[in-house]
Structures are given as structure tokens and as C-alpha cells.
């Protein structure tokens, strides 16, 4: 299997090598104004080469001394010695992927202490199975580490601690591990993908954000979590203290929680106390599939419940108008039901809004229907439109309207109420479906032309 340092000189050719003389035939020989090692992209990607170790020190140095981002995935390496002599050669590596390669051998602590590498930033070891102890290992070694990519390697618990981990230290009963993780780890850490891990209990989860306090995105999509509740355990007589769910992560603003197994609105309404929480993913949940409303519906109910949430399974921010109309839908939704099953978040609401007048029948879908004024320049045409229709859909609809192609197309949503105050607001969003504009008869969309501003800027410069 070739080197790192033979993959890149087949890819990129090896220094002073020259092509073989042919008898009596003229030869042409360029002499390049820059060193060959220059030729060396400072991304480099070199993927499925079967690479398992890095080759000639000197040589590698020389012609990665400008590497900055550097993709090894899906390789042969499974010693991390070789791992750290092709860091010693990339002075200037940010980005690291060792994603697929077997490196679940633990590294010895001669191996990280012996130097520090201050330039990386971004480390990606999905899939690669490597074990706790190898990463806070890793993790002190790499001071100016932001981002830390441990998807689908397995873990079915956390262990930041410093401690070998025994059988009897993961209880039967929950499959927690009974070791926490008492001071932080690394404190620079922003981002952290754990995707696609078999963790189920948020106390494990937990430990992640008390390890990395300036934690500000997680990626935990995937994982088999079945409450964000603090959940005692008889077994292991963990009664989880008085922590709650949010206590580990203060700084948090993205959460995704997408393919999780949570089932109750409580769980929404935990995600509320996330003291910084401002974008959040909660699709895929078994709630949705038992909750007898339609997407908008839930969607309603979700912005209702999440006061201090921004972004929702993403798309843009959510409108001033929107979270009003989701306020008041979620009082007229729970009057109905008995004093006993309604949310605190509901009181609440209603000490903002008031008691409103009961609906003779609460629907929160929007009508299906609509009718639409579609002004392209001086042509102006009425259509009824399904608001179940994405952005991209009904550009694809208006091609013919407009005389150019839907990928050259923007549109510009005007509320018929909102004209005077607000103006024109941009359909950004492709995948927006368009109820979720509010949008209502007698609206109006403007088409306007990309191609159009383009020879504008262009005239102009």
C-alpha cells in the first residue's frame, strides 16, 4: 500500500522527474518559475488511495509545507503514529479529515505530548472508531481545535474523564456509564458532530457540553435519545442530582435533534429553557407521526412553544408575523381542550395576548387555495395557487409567464395589508413551502429577473 507521500507524487507528479529521451525526435524541456512543491494545491484531497502510513518525512515537508486543508478519508491508516508524522510535515493544516480509516488503536501519551499543533482547527474522525481515552489525548494536544467531527464511531456512552472505563462502570439497567466528567476538557471546542451514535440517555450527552463550555453547535441527529428528562436510574441509584437538561449547555444556539426517538411536547417545551438556544432541528420525531395535525399545524404549535427559537428545521427566520399568528393559534387550540392538559406556555401566552374569543371551528391549516396578482414588468395576471406548492415549484410554473428560465427567476412576496409598512419580502428559499409567507388572496408576487440585475452591476462597472 503506497505512502502518503507516494499517492501524492502519483497525483501530482514527483520532483525532477523527467519524461525518457526519444531518439531522433527534438525534446522540449519546460523549467516551471515555481518549485514543484508549489504545485501541491493548498487543499489537498486525497481520497480512497489506500494510504496507511506517510512516507519520507523530508520529502513530504517539502511538498506540503502550504497544505492547509488536508483529506485523507477513506484510506488504510490505522496507526496513529503515521497520523502525527503527517502532521509534523503540514506545519499549516486547519482542516484534517481522517474520516474511515480503522483508528481505534488507543495512542500512547508519548505520542501527544511530545508536541502540540497549534494550526488545527477542524478535525473530522467519523467513522473511524477511536476510542475516548485517544480522543482527550488528541484533544490536548490540539489547543486552537473549533470543530470536532465524531459521528457514527459507536459510542454508546461518553467518557471525558481520564478514567479506564470497567464493566461494572456501565450500569446494566440504563447503559449509562457511571463516570462523569467533573472540569472542563477543551475549551475552545464551538462545534461538535455526534451523529449517528447509539447514545440514548441525555445524561451522556451532557457530559459533552459540561467538557466543551463554549459549546455553541451540536449535532446529536440520529441518536436513539428517548427523553431530555434528568432519568434516575433504580439499578445504578443515579438519582441525576437537581441538573436539569439545559444546565450543561449555556451557550448553545444550534441544536439539531432530527431522528431522535422523543415522544411528548414536553420535550419541546424542555428545549425552551435552553438559555441561549436560537436554531433548532426537530424532525423525524415519533411525536409527529402520533400528533393528528397537519406540517403546518405542528409547525404553529412548535413556534408557539419556543419563544427564544429563531431558525426551525431551517429555512429562514422565523417573522414577527408568523409568531403572533402561532401564538394566538396555540391559545384558540388549547381552550378547547381541559384546564388539565393545557402547557404552562399556554398561560403564558395568554397573559401576553389575553383570553380570545373562542372560534366557531379552530382550524390551523391554511386555506389551500389562494388567489395571486403574478406582476412581471408591466404584465400583470390573476392565478389560484396551492400554498402546499414549494418556491421552487411555482418558479418552475411562471417560466412561461415571465419568458425566462425559473433558475434565473426571483420572486418577491408583497402582503396586500403589510404594503405600506413592510415592503416586498425576497422568496429566498427553494424548499419554503408557501403557506409558510401566511400568505392569502389578494396578495401579490413580483416577478423580477436575475439575468437583469446582472448587466445592471455589470453596466454600471
Given amino acids: 500500500m503506497p505512502s502518503l507521500l507516494e499517492a501524492l507524487e502519483r497525483k501530482y507528479g514527483a520532483k525532477g522527474e523527467v519524461n525518457p529521451p526519444i531518439d531522433d525526435m527534438p525534446v522540449a524541456i519546460f523549467v516551471p518559475k515555481r518549485s514543484p512543491r508549489l504545485s501541491v494545491p493548498t487543499l489537498l484531497v486525497l481520497n480512497d488511495c489506500d494510504i496507511d502510513c506517510a512516507g519520507d518525512a523530508c520529502a513530504l515537508a517539502d511538498k506540503c509545507a502550504d497544505v492547509v486543508e488536508l483529506d485523507l478519508a477513506n484510506n488504510k491508516l490505522t496507526d496513529w503514529k503515521e497520523v502525527f508524522a503527517v502532521l509534523e510535515q503540514t506545519p499549516r493544516v486547519r482542516f484534517l479529515n481522517l474520516s474511515f480509516n480503522r483508528l481505534s488503536a488507543q495512542i500512547q501519551a508519548a505520542q501527544t505530548l511530545r508536541q502540540r499543533w497549534d494550526s488545527l482547527s477542524n478535525l473530522v474522525l467519523n467513522s473511524t472508531y477511536v476510542g475516548w481515552q485517544s480522543v482527550l489525548g488528541l484533544l490536548k494536544a490540539l489547543p486552537a481545535l473549533e470543530e470536532l467531527h465524531l459521528s457514527l464511531n459507536e459510542y454508546s456512552y461518553v467518557n471525558l474523564s481520564a478514567k479506564d472505563v470497567d464493566e461494572k462502570d456501565v450500569c446494566e439497567g440504563c447503559s449509562r456509564l457511571n463516570v462523569e466528567t467533573s472540569k472542563p476538557v477543551h475549551e475552545q471546542l464551538k462545534k461538535l458532530h455526534f451523529s449517528g451514535n447509539p447514545v440514548s440517555s441525555w445524561r451522556e450527552i451532557s457530559k459533552l457540553g459540561y467538557a466543551f463550555p463554549n459549546l455553541e453547535t451540536l449535532m446529536v441527529n440520529d441518536c436513539p435519545i428517548t427523553t431530555l428528562e434528568p432519568d434516575p436510574c433504580e439499578k445504578c441509584d443515579d438519582s441525576n442530582g437537581n441538573k436539569k437538561c439545559h444546565d450543561a449547555f449555556q451557550r448553545l444556539r444550534f441544536l439539531n435533534l432530527n431522528n431522535t426517538l422523543l415522544t411528548t411536547w414536553d420535550e419541546v417545551d424542555r428545549l425552551a429553557r435552553f438559555p441561549a438556544l436560537k436554531s433548532l432541528r426537530v424532525q423525524g420525531w415519533p411525536l409527529w407521526e402520533r400528533v393528528e395535525s397537519t406540517e403546518h399545524e405542528r409547525r404553529l404549535l412548535l413556534v408557539a412553544r419556543l419563544p427564544h427559537?429563531?431558525?426551525?428545521?431551517?429555512?429562514?427566520?422565523?417573522?414577527?408575523?408568523?409568531?403572533?399568528?402561532?401564538?394566538?393559534?396555540?391559545?384558540?387550540?388549547?381552550?378547547?381542550?381541559?384546564?388539565?392538559?393545557?402547557?404552562?406556555?399556554?398561560?403564558?401566552?395568554?397573559?401576553?395576548?389575553?383570553?380570545?374569543?373562542?372560534?366557531?371551528?379552530?382550524?390551523?391549516?391554511?386555506?389551500?387555495?389562494?388567489?395571486?396578482?403574478?406582476?412581471?414588468?408591466?404584465?400583470?395576471?390573476?392565478?389560484?395557487?396551492?400554498?402546499?406548492?414549494?418556491?421552487?415549484?411555482?418558479?418552475?410554473?411562471?417560466?412561461?409567464?415571465?419568458?425566462?428560465?425559473?433558475?434565473?427567476?426571483?420572486?418577491?412576496?408583497?402582503?396586500?395589508?403589510?404594503?405600506?409598512?413592510?415592503?416586498?419580502?425576497?422568496?429566498?428559499?427553494?424548499?419554503?413551502?408557501?403557506?409558510?409567507?401566511?400568505?392569502?388572496?389578494?396578495?401579490?408576487?413580483?416577478?423580477?429577473?436575475?439575468?437583469?440585475?446582472?448587466i445592471s452591476a455589470n453596466s454600471t462597472a
Avoid at 311 to 326: H, K, M, S, Y
Avoid at 335 to 354: A, C, I, N, Q, T
Avoid at 380 to 388: M, N
Fill in 309 to 454: 427559537v429563531r431558525t426551525l428545521n431551517g429555512g429562514g427566520a422565523v417573522p414577527i408575523e408568523e409568531r403572533d399568528a402561532a401564538e394566538r393559534a396555540f391559545i384558540r387550540y388549547y381552550m378547547e381542550k381541559p384546564e388539565s392538559d393545557r402547557p404552562d406556555r399556554y398561560w403564558e401566552l395568554v397573559g401576553v395576548h389575553g383570553k380570545l374569543d373562542p372560534l366557531v371551528s379552530v382550524d390551523l391549516r391554511p386555506e389551500k387555495r389562494v388567489q395571486i396578482t403574478f406582476t412581471c414588468g408591466d404584465t400583470s395576471e390573476v392565478r389560484t395557487i396551492d400554498v402546499y406548492r414549494t418556491v421552487s415549484d411555482l418558479k418552475t410554473r411562471l417560466e412561461r409567464l415571465a419568458g425566462f428560465p425559473a433558475s434565473k427567476m426571483r420572486l418577491f412576496y408583497v402582503d396586500q395589508e403589510l404594503r405600506d409598512s413592510q415592503g416586498p419580502e425576497e422568496m429566498k428559499y427553494p424548499t419554503k413551502q408557501l403557506y409558510s409567507y401566511n400568505i392569502r388572496s389578494g396578495d401579490e408576487i413580483i416577478i423580477d429577473s436575475k439575468l437583469k440585475h446582472s
